[in-house]
């Protein structure tokens, strides 16, 4: 078990990417506290999944881009589960729209939750993992936030800082045993792609070089990497999960 006895916090875990990342880090050895904003009972089915595989399964209801709602969390993840080993952001949201056309509101919303939420979850654990001298962060960015993507400019730029953040937060954080890095997926199989016209997920696949779009499944491996010994020297970087779509 390359997780034994540690614990981990996914935030947005209820389903996608997030889910898969709760289930393979259980599957490594790792107990589990599953964030939600509100899909607790998708999150209850999860850690049902957790608990029948013999871990130890968590569902934390938060808004993650609330710090009040954050330190919650985590207090309760620390009394519930006894330490905090792991924190995978993942949760985030999209408000597409072209610049031009694009509300503050969408702007502000999804910079709200991609990044701040992140950053809110990051500081809220630092203090115990910096007590402990080890812990281990992976930011879930995306391929957008290194080039861009029309429509996006939101969500582009909290991806992008995503990763300026994870850098900065590794150089900080990296004296006491505690690596950062980052996840950035490409097109990946979730609920929203799969709401594509068929010609359109051709369209995608036709620029990746596998000639595929990636599973949950695909991410969460190196997730599941990143968190553990195998991966103790590697800090500050950042994974693109992408099939070779951005080279």
Request: proline residues 2%.
């Given at each position: ?38 899909r ?5 089915e999860?850690?049902g ?33 006894g330490?905090?080993?792991i ?19 969408d702007?502000?919303?999804?910079i ?8 809110n979850?990051a500081?809220?654990?630092?203090r ?12 879930i ?14 969500y ?70 990143l ?21």
């Amino acid at each position: 078990m390359l997780l034994e006895s540690r614990v981990a916090l996914v935030t947005g875990a209820s389903r996608g990417i997030g889910r898969a990342v709760a289930l393979a880090l259980a599957g490594a050895g790792s107990d589990v506290a599953i964030n939600c904003a509100g899909r607790i009972e998708a999150a209850e089915e999860v850690a049902g999944e957790i608990r029948s595989i013999g871990r130890r399964a968590l569902v934390v209801k938060a808004n993650v881009a609330d710090p009040a709602e954050v330190n919650e969390m985590v207090k309760t993840v620390l009394s519930e589960l006894g330490r905090l080993d792991i924190l995978v952001n993942n949760a985030g949201i999209t408000r597409d729209n072209l610049v031009m056309r694009m509300s503050e509101d969408d702007w502000d919303s999804v910079i709200s939750v991609n990044l701040k939420g992140s950053f809110n979850c990051a500081k809220a654990v630092t203090r115990s993992m910096l007590k402990a001298r080890y812990g281990r962060i992976v930011n879930i960015s995306s391929v957008v936030g290194i080039s861009g993507n029309a429509g996006q400019a939101n969500y582009a730029s909290s991806k992008a800082g995503l990763i300026g953040f994870s850098k900065t937060l590794a150089k900080e954080l990296g004296s006491r045993n505690i690596t950062v890095n980052v996840v950035a997926p490409g097109f990946i199989e979730t609920d929203m792609t799969s709401a594509m016209p068929d010609d359109l997920k051709k369209s995608m696949s036709d620029k990746i070089s596998l000639g595929r779009l990636g599973k949950p499944e695909d991410v969460a491996a190196a997730v599941v990497f990143l968190v553990s010994e195998q991966a103790s020297y590697i800090t500050g970087q950042v994974l693109a999960v992408d099939g070779g779509l951005v080279i």
